[in-house]
């Protein structure tokens, strides 16, 4: 047992007799008051986790997001790769062509639905799953590859490190990578989790941002994404 909940569990078996005896025997209403507040606090220390959230289970929520997207992009028959923007309100969106693919919105403003429309193209607008994820301090804050380095290594543990060269294009090379989803459409659109994670990342701190291209070597994996307009 944790030391914390050591101390509640101790804290928790004194009050309660101190309580009882206080308003039974001794009809002393403030040493009962008292008690019962150290009841309280003994179940609030007990209730504490004393761990955060483990990262299998930070990448498990974000695997179960991809199911759900992937119903979406089966229901819209899409198959084509879409474009990471940021918008004004600092949240990432992928921006996938409805039609024919002549290249990411020219306007950056926060979409007002699942369709944009500009210059007659239409855009199918979705959420990443780490969309909340590139907006926190820790990643918007730094470089690229320290907030790629966090999030996927530190945070997520979805591969045991990562190496970024840059070139013209941005390459992710991935060592021993722990997500496998198979989720046929979302790689098509998005890319893998980890390539999705990459590209907001880089859109959030880079310019808008599409994956070019990604490939598996035995269980590494290597990302190439292309950052628009720089």
């Keep these: 047992m944790e030391k914390l909940h050591f101390f509640g569990a101790s804290l928790l078996t004194f009050s309660i007799p101190f309580t009882a005896v206080s308003l039974l025997i001794l ?46 992009l089966e229901e819209f028959e899409i198959a084509r790769r879409g474009y990471y923007i940021r918008a004004p309100d600092g949240r990432v969106y992928l921006y996938v062509p409805l039609r024919e693919d002549i290249g990411p919105p020219s306007r950056k403003e926060e979409p007002a639905g699942l369709v944009y429309r500009e210059s007659g193209v239409e855009y199918l607008v979705l959420v990443p799953p780490a969309a909340e994820l590139v907006k926190s301090p820790e990643v918007s804050g730094i470089g690229f590859e320290p907030a790629l380095t966090y999030v996927l290594i530190d945070l997520l543990e979805a591969a045991d490190s990562l190496e970024v060269v840059t070139d013209g294009f941005i ?38 941002t599409r994956v070019a291209e990604e490939f598996e070597e035995g269980d590494d994996r290597i990302i190439i994404l292309e950052v628009l307009g720089r």
């Design 27 to 72: 009809e002393n209403i403030p040493l009962t008051a008292l008690g019962i507040g150290i009841i309280i606090l003994a179940a609030s220390i007990l209730l504490t986790p004393t761990r955060s959230v483990p990262p299998q289970a930070v990448r498990a929520m974000l695997e179960s997001s991809i199911l759900s997207l992937e119903e979406i």
């Design 171 to 208: 390459t992710v090379k991935l060592r021993n990578v722990k997500s496998h989803v198979s989720a046929g459409r979302f790689k098509t659109v998005f890319g893998s989790l980890e390539a999705s994670i990459a590209a907001c990342i880089a859109a959030n701190l880079l310019g808008p």
